[in-house]
């Protein structure tokens, strides 16, 4: 598989549910991140954790990080018809003096909240 | 709140035609990117640019691909002689740092190769 993959690749739930979305890597990292899609839309930056942290909280949001398994699942609480969008993982590669920020993305995780 | 603007929103061009795609990156920021997503994939990487020079690029980035920073605020993608395959959305994107920073995005051109 490819650098940032993710499952499932559809999600649908009730509105009030808790919405668990995973993302595997391959590679060394300095960060990963989570970013949302509306659909034809810009991506939206949601949470950022770097490569020594395991756990991340930004309000509904928690980020937890496994580098050993290179690993990543974004639970997004209490869901609501509004939280329905696409969510992509991405990651910044380690590569020392060579890192030029760039991002790798997964190929994303469709949510619907039924409201 | 400060925006990556990207113009236009959408381009049809004839196969062949040469296309620019412009963006207004953050102000203060001192990174730049563009990223293309073809329908229904995954957004991939094209290339990275600073300090007026690219950094890094991808495969996709070949000869008919260009970038340019022509008056400091603007931050443009040319494609020479656009190919039906060339058909995606382009977001360009802009970090103040280079590490461990939010990327901002655009709202992206969609580009139609007719």
């Known amino acids: 598989s490819q650098q940032g993959e993710e499952d499932p690749q559809a999600l649908s739930i009730q509105e009030g549910e808790n919405a668990t979305m995973n993302c595997s890597y391959k590679?060394?990292?300095?960060?990963l991140q989570w970013y949302r899609q509306n659909s034809g839309r810009g991506l939206v930056h949601l949470i950022l954790?770097?490569?020594?942290?395991r756990e991340k909280h930004s309000g509904r949001l928690r980020v937890t990080l496994d580098t050993s398994k290179k690993s990543s699942s974004l639970l997004i609480t209490a869901s609501r018809a509004a939280d329905t969008a696409s969510y992509f993982c991405?990651?910044?590669?380690?590569?020392?003096?060579?890192?030029?920020?760039?991002?790798?993305f997964g190929q994303g995780t469709t949510l619907q909240v039924k409201p | 709140e400060p925006e990556v603007t990207q113009t236009p929103s959408h381009q049809v061009t004839q196969m062949g035609q040469e296309v620019i795609l412009r963006c207004v990156p953050i102000?203060?920021?001192?990174?730049f990117y563009w990223y293309r997503q073809i329908l229904g994939q995954k957004v991939e990487f094209l290339v990275s640019?600073?300090?007026?020079?690219?950094?890094?690029k991808s495969e996709i980035f070949d000869d008919q691909f260009s970038v340019e920073r022509p008056d400091g605020s603007n931050f443009t993608l040319k494609i020479r002689s656009t190919k039906l395959e060339d058909s995606a959305m382009y977001f360009c994107?802009?970090?103040?740092?280079?590490?461990?920073?939010?990327?901002?995005f655009g709202q992206g051109t969609r580009l139609t190769v007719v």
């Open positions: 102000s203060n920021h001192l990174y």
């Open positions: 954790i770097r490569s020594n942290e």
């Open positions: 590679t060394s990292i300095n960060n």
């Open positions: 994107a802009s970090t103040r740092w280079r590490e461990y920073t939010e990327a901002f």
């Open positions: 640019f600073y300090n007026n020079e690219i950094s890094e």
């Open positions: 991405a990651t910044d590669e380690r590569g020392g003096s060579g890192n030029t920020g760039k991002l790798i």
